[in-house]
């Protein structure tokens, strides 16, 4: 069974830096994207980055120049870097990954990112 775990969350001051990372384990067949979502109480989840296998990457507006995502094809891992972190990034953030011929998501099961104003 294909599991996604995340690791990384916590709290950060207005302003300040945090890493996510993630490792897709148990997948037998090719990893297409990886990424991450994110939801803050009350809110719908909101995709924050993607990456495919070939490097690309695409970036939520509200998010664009604070943080960058990096993937390891060998290692099957995704790390968020969150640079110049904003009170409203305050949410519980998804690990995801499109995997297979088939296209099928799989989820993580979410780390708690706090930012202190």
Same mark, same amino acid.
């Given at each position: 069974?294909?599991?996604?775990?995340? &690791?990384?969350? @916590?709290?950060?001051?207005?302003? %300040?830096?945090?890493?996510?990372?993630? /490792?897709? +384990?148990?997948?037998?067949?090719?990893?297409?994207?990886?990424?991450?979502?994110?939801?803050?109480?009350?809110?719908?989840?909101?995709?924050?980055?993607?990456?495919?296998?070939?490097?690309?990457?695409?970036?939520?507006? &509200?998010?664009? @120049?604070?943080?960058?995502?990096? %993937?390891?094809?060998?290692?099957?891992? /995704?790390? +968020?870097?969150?640079?110049?972190?904003?009170?409203?990034?305050?949410?519980?953030?998804?690990?995801?990954?499109?995997?297979?011929?088939?296209?099928?998501?799989?989820?993580?099961?979410?780390?708690?990112?706090?930012?202190? &104003?």
């Amino acid at each position: 069974q294909v599991q996604l775990v995340e &690791s990384g969350g @916590g709290v950060v001051q207005n302003g %300040g830096s945090l890493r996510l990372s993630c /490792v897709v +384990l148990r997948s037998v067949f090719s990893i297409r994207t990886m990424g991450w979502y994110r939801q803050a109480p009350g809110k719908q989840r909101e995709l924050v980055a993607t990456i495919s296998k070939s490097g690309d990457t695409m970036y939520a507006d &509200s998010v664009k @120049g604070r943080f960058t995502i990096s %993937g390891d094809n060998a290692k099957n891992t /995704v790390d +968020l870097q969150m640079n110049s972190a904003l009170p409203e990034d305050t949410a519980v953030y998804y690990c995801y990954a499109v995997i297979g011929p088939t296209l099928a998501n799989y989820w993580g099961r979410g780390t708690q990112v706090t930012v202190s &104003s």
